[in-house]
């Protein structure tokens, strides 16, 4: 504890003395390490230099003058200078010369999953699913706290305000994001989504390392609903990416993806009734005039044939009344001499010539064998009518 004779001294005295005292290092040996952590701001490179004990903030300005620019997970050895920033007390590594010499442990373990999987088939596009065009209801796996799902939502609801968004909150790294991720994805799956964007914002190499997990690789390839996989910046390609059925370079671009303009499509379904009125109009225009065609050369084929016909009728017409007059002809003379006939042996003429027409009871007799002697008969001539009392009947000459 300080006496209250000591002279104490603030803050920014004591970060001017640490930063005189590390200005004041004139040399230091190149140092070994493992990159994570890329951020790339104007002409400056920021990360994290590291080894599997401790870390420390690397910068390198003006980076893309350099002959060589590291990637997360690239072992390097690093030549520069100490620097300390008294504003805030931080203390970094200021490359002068960045030197690849491999890969870091978890770059390396890493790079051997991605070759097991794609020889395994996970990565293979005949097994990606495809996304729909108009997805209607769409789940967020993404953190409810970052700003990603703001994003998300903020770029959809600028074109669209039909689809629906259902939100899955998820640890998004940590030691338990895996697990939890793993479920809320399997959760997803049972619900009938059109689709599943699985989402987190930009990170760190080893911020990013859930997504880069095998179990979740394996799930990702066996999901029934089609999945975008939208994790950190385009620079960023966790494991999750390729699996997924499609690969998006931020959240905001799988946003982008999906979110159709209503406006839009209004518009095309207007334009392609339009269209599809228009070609049938045409085809019924064109059908119209070959129908027209096709009548004007039926009709005059028909007028043809039908004067043809009239003519060929009107023979046959001709000989059929000829034949018909014929027969008439003959038939009528038949009938005349039938007639004639009829006249000549009618009753009336018979009794002209003296012949009488006998009834007895009203019965005509033809034969004398059905008379007696005291029948009544009646006989009939055309003066009048007769009647008589049988008294004697002779057949043959002989009387009976």
Known sequence: MLEKTDKCISVSDLNTIISATVDAIEYLPPVLGEISGIAMHGAHLYCTLKDSDSLISLIMYNYRASKFIPSNGDKVIVRGRLSYYAKNGKLSFIATSITKVGMGNLRIELEALKTKLREAGYFDESHKKKIPTY????????????????????????????????????????????????????????????????????????????????????????????????????????????????????????????????????????????????????????????????????????????????????????????????QLTEKLNNINTISRLLKENSPTNLFKQGYFKVTHNNKTISTITNLKIGNTISLYSSEGIINAEITQIIQNNKEI
């Not at 334009?271 to 009548?295: C, M, P, R, T």
């Open 135 to 326: 997805p209607t209801n769409v789940c967020v796996v993404t953190s409810e706290t970052g700003a990603v799902i703001n994003d998300i939502e903020r770029t959809i609801r600028h074109v669209n305000q039909m689809i629906k968004l259902t939100l899955i909150n998820t640890n998004v790294q940590g030691t338990s994001a895996v697990s939890s991720i793993c479920r809320a994805l399997a959760h997803a799956d049972t619900q009938n989504y059109d689709v599943i964007i699985l989402a987190r914002g930009g990170g760190s190499f080893e911020e990013l390392m859930p997504f880069n997990d095998e179990k979740l690789a394996i799930l990702i390839y066996n999901l029934k609903t089609p999945i975008i996989s939208a994790i950190g910046h385009a620079e960023d390609c966790p494991i999750s990416d390729f699996v997924a059925d499609l690969r998006a370079n931020t959240p905001t671009a799988a946003a982008e993806t999906i979110a159709f303009s209503v406006q839009d499509l209004y518009s095309n379904i207007i334009s392609n009734v339009n269209g599809i009125f228009s070609s049938i109009q045409s085809k019924l225009n064109k059908s119209v005039s070959e129908i027209k065609y096709a009548s004007n050369n039926i009709y005059y084929t028909l007028s043809a044939k039908l004067k043809s016909l009239k003519s060929t009728i009107s023979d046959d017409l001709k000989d059929t009344y000829n034949s018909i007059l014929t």
